[in-house]
T-cell receptor, first 114, second 116 residues
Framework: GENVEQHPSTLSVQEGDSAVIKCTYS??????FPWYKQELGKRPQLIID?????GEKKDQRIAVTLNKTAKHFSLHITETQPEDSAVYFC?????????????FGRGTSLIVHP | DTGVSQDPRHKITKRGQNVTFRCDPI?????LYWYRQTLGQGPEFLTY??????LEKSRLLSDRFSAERPKGSFSTLEIQRTEQGDSAMYLC????WGAGYSYEQYFGPGTRLTVT
């Protein structure tokens, strides 16, 4: 089955700095890669996703890059703000007859210091 | 609130007791997923339904776990003879599969189970 590794487990930055979270996956058939943000005590929420036919996707201060050959993908947050503080999860999933069951990484706790 | 809802939000039970959780998905969503999340881990897939059909179950789902979605709307997850290792957050998510579908899954707030 799919295995997703996520690093670092904790990331501490100053407000305004950039933050990068990296994930690797094992199943070369994986073709959909969502990123979820989970604030303390709240539900995970999708913040950005990328499909395997695209190498990069941006949405304001957030971007995701995908390297299919190396089987890794990364989340980039620029101009970090205290409200970006949360746990971020990457996931990888494969189309199995219309089923997309994501395998999640262990999460990165991002702390943005004002 | 038109999002995914779960009930109860917290459940404390004694080892050996049975518990049942409920999930109400977004109304137009035909797919419903159950996950388990423990501290310091990402959500782990348990099972999912398309309408009332249970299409896939994880190997994590032991015989003590059963899920239903009888009318293709809300779903229940029952754990029989609870063990301390069942203590976790149980998350439900829903999505729409069909014309114009999106892969995005919308999560509920979760039910936190504590087995004493």
């Amino acid at each position: 089955g799919e295995n997703v590794e996520q690093h670092p487990s904790t990331l501490s930055v100053q407000e305004g700095d950039s933050a990068v979270i990296k994930c690797t996956y094992s199943d070369s058939a994986s073709n959909y890669f969502p990123w979820y943000k989970q604030e303390l005590g709240k539900r995970p929420q999708l913040i950005i996703d990328i499909r395997s036919n695209v190498g990069e996707k941006k949405d304001q201060r957030i971007a995701v890059t995908l390297n299919k050959t190396a089987k890794h993908f990364s989340l980039h947050i620029t101009e970090t703000q205290p409200e970006d503080s949360a746990v971020y999860f990457c996931a990888a999933s494969t189309d199995r007859g219309g089923s997309y069951i994501p395998t999640f990484g262990r999460g990165t706790s991002l702390i943005v210091h004002p | 609130d038109t999002g995914v809802s779960q009930d109860p939000r917290h459940k404390i039970t004694k080892r050996g007791q049975n518990v049942t959780f409920r999930c109400d998905p977004i109304s137009e969503h035909n797919r419903l997923y159950w996950y388990r999340q423990t501290l310091g881990q990402g959500p782990e897939f348990l099972t999912y339904f398309q309408n009332e059909a249970q299409l896939e179950k994880s190997r994590l789902l032991s015989d003590r776990f059963s899920a239903e979605r009888p009318k293709g709307s809300f779903s229940t997850l029952e754990i029989q003879r609870t063990e301390q290792g069942d203590s976790a957050m149980y998350l439900c998510a829903s999505s729409f599969w069909g014309a114009g579908y999106s892969y995005e899954q919308y999560f509920g707030p979760g039910t936190r189970l504590t087995v004493t």
